[in-house]
């Protein structure tokens, strides 16, 4: 029997150069979901992937005041042993970091049952065996993702492994699929220490190329200002639910506002924040998690609030040692926290508030222990032989100087633990070894940013129709990297097969 593929797509994804491939390599079905407005134009046109059967997500849901049917979704949440109200606070649209629109329950409940019913009556039509999905970071692809899990339907989401150009394909992103097959250590050598550190600081200068070329263009900010105000002043534009509320004038003062609040909250970092840090004194590391983000909204519901975590930590530490509290680097992108918010971090007093110019590798190197939500840092610590606490599960917390928090009373007794934990280079070495056998050479953010570059404004809009002669050509200029993609999905694919047979 032919294998049934559903993808998740949407325009400009590197996804549909995996679909290609499948398409000419692999005896199967291709079905599609659409995530897209104005590119659903190259879709309709498209005859680069066979697909048997497109539905558009844009169509099926949309704001609406009609009382929901509760007694579905409640049926809905038995079924697939879901919780709804989880996936809401979890989505950046619906939840409180919308600065154009507040929903009300009924309207979050309504498109909650539009979603669940156009996505079941999909999965009940085709029965698909796979579902191949970027990571999820919103309520439609969460819950496509969710459902899928609970049918058993097997799902394939290419992952960042936090090695920089080492890339996975997993159920879940930032996520081991276990059981693992065999190490072969005939295969791989052990590394010094110091061949440790250099292999982890693939992700460094990942992240740092990212910052350095992500929405780096006045001119292509401009030309996509100009593109957005067109697009939203188009009546059909309103009616998807993420659109709710924004408008022109709406737009450009949140605008004009939110760099005024950049500048003046920049200028408190740049003048209370410490940039003569103190080494001798005993501290442990928390840095901040990047907000709205989905590492702490998905995986970490319960402690996306960082600061109240923070606050939580302060309270739990040795009287000897204090809490150095740093920005994430990246967080500028979305205009820096409210002053306010630093300045109730300012008030505990054993905590520290670091400037975002101190390199990360110094205070990580120099810290008694790192504490963090699911950060990369916490993943350094160990190759710096720091032991660290993290607030969920991730790729690397089966590492013995990873310690999960379970229960947050237990906290005080866990940064104890932690800081008489001794990281062994020979755990370092196994988990190295295991990463390397079940990933591959791709770097997502480089080809990520390559794709901004040629079709989305630098990555300052995305909402663009793609001519289809355009993304063809783009197709056939990148098809070594489409190749790679696509074989991995194939070879993955043939994995879960063989698991089954």
Known sequence: MKDKILFWLETGSPHLGIAKYLDENHDCELFTIVNTNRGKKFFQKQNIIKFIKTWYLHDNVIKSNKKPDLQYLSSFEK?????????????????????????????????????????????????????????????????????CKSKKIDILTVGSTRFGSISNIETDWDL????????????????????LINFMTGYDRQQYELRKRWQGSKVNWAKASLHYLKLIANPDWQKYYTHSGITIPR?????????????????????????????????????????????????????????????????????DHLLYVKEHPMQ???????????????????????????????LVQNCSLVVSILGTSSLEAAFREKPSIVFGDVIFSSLPSVLRIQNLEELPELIKTGLNTKVNLSDLNKFVNMIEQNSFEYDDNEFAMKICDRFFFSGFLFDVNIPVSDMALFLEENKKIYDLLGSQHLKKIYQIKNKKS
């Open 332 to 362: 500028k992108f979305r205009g820096l926290r409210p002053v306010s918010y630093y300045k109730e971090l300012s008030e505990l007093q054993n905590v520290i508030l670091i400037h975002p110019s101190i390199p990360n590798e110094k």
């Open 251 to 319: 737009v450009i003062f949140i605008e004009i506002l939110s760099k005024m609040k950049k500048i003046y909250r920049q200028s408190f970092i740049d003048k209370y924040f410490h940039k003569d840090i103190d080494y001798d004194k005993k501290f442990v590391y928390f840095p901040l998690s990047l907000e709205p983000e989905r590492t702490i909204l998905i995986p970490t519901p319960f402690y996306s609030n960082q600061l109240e975590v923070i606050k939580n930590v302060a309270r739990s530490l040795p009287v």
């Open 79 to 147: 079924k697939y042993q879901i919780n709804l109200w989880n996936i809401v606070y979890s989505d950046v649209i619906l939840s409180q970091y919308n600065n154009f629109y507040k929903f009300t329950e009924n309207e979050i409940l309504s498109v909650l049952e539009q979603i669940c019913k156009f996505f079941e009556g999909i999965l009940e039509e085709i029965n698909p065996d796979f579902l191949i999905i970027r990571p999820t970071d919103a309520c439609a692809d969460q819950l496509l993702q969710l459902i």
């Open 176 to 195: 081991l699929d276990y059981p693992l097959p065999p190490i072969d250590y005939k295969k791989y050598s052990n590394r010094t220490k110091e061949e």
